[in-house]
């Protein structure tokens, strides 16, 4: 089992609420990644990071914020919930500057968001 | 252009029958190939990866893959399929410029007893 963390595994909310959905790993992995899993089960990455201080879009406009302060903790905002921002989130970390074996990502449960 | 696919969205088999699920890849470089697999209500697990070498690849489960250049495809198998196998099973393509992986849309496998 990886060592890659999420909280809450399921969370139901209002629309307008503001959500943080909490993403940390003990691999010392400086990668770290956010997707966003349709219920059609696709999975689409939204944001990315190489390390503290590092951020990126991914390929999936998304109107949720991430932040990497520290290399173990990878959290993703919502300001303003919306019914559209239901979906399964997950979470996953990598090694960086190891060449292929770096691009083996490591997945944390996800967590499942339900907006009303 | 880098892509990844797999042609079926559900695979049925009964138990105790070899399994095969599908995935082909387009890519311009050398391709790192991934079988992830996502149990109900999970994450994704990593099955196992082709990175170079023996073309054949044995991972957890006692799943295994064949890389074949020439068709370019990383098809996942086992010999016997068993009832827990059932899950959603993902290809991924590694190897682009930027790092990342793509993923396949993933195929269903129902194990029936």
């Known amino acids: 089992e990886a060592d890659i963390y999420q909280t809450p595994r399921y969370l139901v909310i209002g629309t307008g609420k503001k959500i943080t959905l909490e993403c940390s790993q003990t691999m010392g992995h400086d990668k770290m990644y956010w997707y966003q899993q349709d219920p059609g089960m696709e999975l689409h990455l939204i944001h990315y990071?190489?390390?503290?201080?590092?951020?990126e879009k991914g390929d999936l406009s998304s109107e949720s914020t991430v932040s990497r302060i520290r290399t173990e903790h990878f959290p993703l905002t919502l300001e303003s919930a919306r019914p559209s921002h239901t979906s399964q989130y997950l979470c996953?970390?990598?090694?960086?500057?190891?060449?292929?074996?770096?691009?083996?990502?490591?997945f944390g449960p996800g967590t499942r968001l339900l907006v009303l | 252009a880098q892509s990844v696919a797999q042609p079926e969205d559900q695979v049925n088999v009964a138990e105790g029958n070899p399994l095969t699920v599908k995935c082909t890849y387009s890519?311009?470089?050398?391709?790192?190939l991934f079988w992830y697999v996502q149990y109900p209500n999970r994450g994704l697990q990593f099955l196992l990866k082709?990175?170079?070498?023996?073309?054949l690849v044995k991972g957890s489960y006692g799943f295994e893959a064949e890389f074949n250049k020439s068709q370019t495809s990383f098809h996942l198998k086992k010999p016997s399929a068993l009832v827990s196998d059932s899950a959603l099973y993902f290809c991924?393509?590694?190897?682009?410029?930027?790092?990342?992986?793509?993923f396949g849309t993933g195929t269903l496998l129902a194990v029936q007893p």
């Open positions: 991924a393509l590694g190897g682009g410029a930027t790092n990342k992986l793509i």
């Open positions: 996953a970390s990598s090694e960086l500057g190891v060449g292929p074996e770096g691009e083996t990502q490591y």
């Open positions: 890519v311009s470089g050398n391709p790192y």
């Open positions: 990071s190489y390390g503290v201080n590092s951020t």
């Open positions: 082709y990175i170079t070498g023996d073309n």
